[in-house]
């Protein structure tokens, strides 16, 4: 669960606030009562963003895979719509 703090409270004590991203936790920061940024370690980030861009990279190779060898299926809107209706009566 992040920890929740006003950016005034940021503000005011920034090292003990940051002790809890050293600590490995979120931390949200809000503003006028509502969430506005979230901290997060260095490492956890770039090893979150790394992740998340090795996967798309991923999806990437596979579709181009797929459109190689003939197996990626392209439809039209109406097709794609009742496809999508059809995935939710199920």
Known sequence: MPRIVPV??????IK????F???????VLTQNGRPKWA???Y???NAA??????????AIRE???????GNLTLLS????RAALKARRTS
């Open 49 to 58: 963003a790394s992740a998340q861009e090795r996967s798309f990279s991923q």
């Open 39 to 41: 901290m997060v370690d």
């Open 43 to 45: 490492d956890t980030w």
């Open 16 to 19: 003990s606030v940051s002790q």
């Open 8 to 13: 005034s409270d940021f503000r005011a004590d």
């Open 77 to 80: 809107a109406k097709e794609a």
């Open 21 to 27: 991203t050293d600590e490995g936790e979120v931390v």
């Open 63 to 69: 579709t181009e895979q797929s459109e190689a060898t």
